[in-house]
């Protein structure tokens, strides 16, 4: 059982557009959730995270926003630029070892 | 500033052979260290984490094993290698349940 699904495989979306990428989680103890950027060959490098204790948080094009009725989250890149090309992690935390459970990545890609 | 170093980059094993993978961290002390694997078009999947030197945790059943003998030094180890190990390994760190670092990953190609 997937426990953190990301339902889209791929987005494509012209540079200046809004992208948003989407999440769902089935664990209730799920209480961190977490925006990782992958480029081919490299590892992740994180991007945004939030606490169950909030619904939005903002830093720079990047916003996340949970809603933890609907065990949802999603994140919205504003504008979409060439360079957010990438895939995309979500991943949810639940334990103080800090162990994340990945979704399987939504591919953006930005065209010119 | 911290830094975390992962290698080889690739590798090519044929199966049945042992497998070692390294991973070191520097510029922090008693983190908490990851393993993961990347089956092409898939997500990260969790093989093992430690807490702290000796402290391994296997989340799936698998061929691998890990040993962590330093505090920023985790291994991830093989006796016979399986087609099925075959991927992109990589060896994350965290302080914290707030973020991981990851390191630039190993591709494995059995054969």
């Known amino acids: 059982d997937q426990q953190v699904k990301q339902n889209s495989p791929s987005l494509s979306v012209q540079e200046g557009r809004i992208s948003i990428l989407n999440c769902d989680y089935t664990?209730?103890?799920?209480?961190?959730f977490l925006w990782y950027k992958k480029y081919p060959a490299e590892g992740p490098t994180f991007l945004i995270s939030?606490?169950?204790?909030?619904d939005k948080n903002e830093d720079g094009r990047f916003t996340v926003f949970l809603n933890k009725s609907a065990k949802h989250l999603s994140l919205h890149i504003v504008p979409s630029q060439p360079g957010d090309s990438a895939v995309y992690f979500c991943?949810?935390?639940?334990?103080?070892?800090?162990?994340?459970?990945f979704g399987d990545g939504t591919t953006l890609t930005v065209k010119p | 500033s911290q830094t975390i170093h992962q290698w080889p980059a690739t590798l090519v094993q044929p199966v049945g052979s042992p497998l070692s993978l390294e991973c070191t961290v520097e510029?922090?002390?008693?983190?908490?260290l990851y393993w993961y694997r990347q089956a092409a078009g898939r997500g990260l999947q969790l093989l093992f984490y430690?807490?702290?030197?000796?402290?391994i945790s296997s989340e799936v059943p698998q061929n691998l094993s890990a040993s962590r003998p330093q505090d920023r030094q985790f291994i991830l180890s093989s006796k016979k290698l399986l087609l099925s190990d075959s991927g992109f390994y990589l060896c994350?760190?965290?302080?914290?349940?707030?973020?991981?670092?990851f390191g630039p990953g190993t591709r494995l190609t059995v054969l």
């Open positions: 994350a760190w965290s302080v914290s349940r707030k973020r991981q670092y």
């Open positions: 939030i606490s169950s204790i909030k």
């Open positions: 991943a949810a935390s639940g334990d103080n070892a800090g162990k994340s459970t």
């Open positions: 664990n209730s103890m799920f209480d961190y």
């Open positions: 430690s807490v702290g030197i000796g402290q």
């Open positions: 510029g922090t002390s008693n983190p908490n």
